[in-house]
């Protein structure tokens, strides 16, 4: 089975301009997850999606974060305009609850943002 | 506020003996937890996990123990192994899938 399908995996920017991650989850995982991972800090949660509806986005900074997942499946994450704290590791993640309420979630390997 | 601590940033243990991963949490409406392990440059793949209403949950080597009273959480090694040496997260999951982080702990397991 594949796995979490993350491009691309190193991005280097000035600040103020913009970049886009994508993202192809695990087949027929319904949930689909964007974290950002700043050094030395654990994942933070920035938007949950279930199919293509937003669950929680309470932690996007939304004046230059967004997100969409079109037909419920690949997901884009861009940002614009980027700032030096933008830094970070962007990790997508998806799941799929099966009847019970707990998830395991599977992580891709990441796309690693660094704005100069 | 940080829901979920790791309060070790490092740990380092001898091949062979038992590593000792500790994490505290605040928040009483997680009702299951994860540890990740994660290598350099990759994403963080799933260990093992524990239901809030269980106290122990056992795994080949990796056994994790719940003390929900005292909200805290520990994930055992035994034994440790070289391969072991990783960074590894505890996870606080709630109902509708939302994980919260911990800071994680840099585990080195030296032969």
């Known amino acids: 089975e594949a796995g979490v399908a993350q491009s691309p995996r190193y991005k280097i920017i000035e600040k103020r301009q913009s970049v886009a991650f994508w993202c192809n989850p695990i087949?027929?995982?319904?949930?689909l997850y964007w974290y950002q991972q700043i050094l030395g800090q654990g994942p933070k949660l920035l938007i949950q999606f279930q199919n293509n509806g937003v669950v929680d986005d309470s932690q996007l900074p939304k004046d230059r974060f967004s997100a969409e997942r079109l037909k419920g499946v690949d997901s884009t994450l861009k940002i614009q305009p980027a700032k030096l704290e933008d830094s970070a590791v962007y990790l997508c993640?998806?799941?799929?609850?099966?009847?019970?309420?707990?998830?395991?979630?599977?992580f891709g390997e990441g796309s690693w943002l660094t704005v100069v | 506020d940080q829901q979920v601590k790791q309060n070790s940033p490092s740990l380092s243990v001898q091949e062979g003996r038992i590593s000792i991963l500790n994490c505290d949490y605040t928040?009483?409406?997680?009702?299951?937890f994860l540890w990740y392990k994660k290598y350099p440059a990759e994403g963080p793949t799933f260990l093992i996990s524990i239901s809030s209403i269980k106290d122990k949950n056992e795994d080949g080597r990796f056994t994790v123990f719940l003390n929900k009273s005292a909200k805290h959480l520990s994930l055992h090694i035994v034994p440790s192994q070289p391969g072991d040496s990783a960074v590894y997260f505890c996870?606080?999951?709630?109902?509708?899938?939302?994980?919260?982080f911990g800071q994680g702990t840099i585990l080195t397991v030296h032969p």
């Open positions: 087949s027929g995982h319904a949930t």
């Open positions: 928040n009483s409406m997680f009702d299951y």
């Open positions: 996870t606080g999951g709630t109902s509708y899938g939302k994980l919260t």
């Open positions: 993640a998806s799941s799929s609850p099966r009847g019970g309420r707990r998830n395991t979630i599977y």
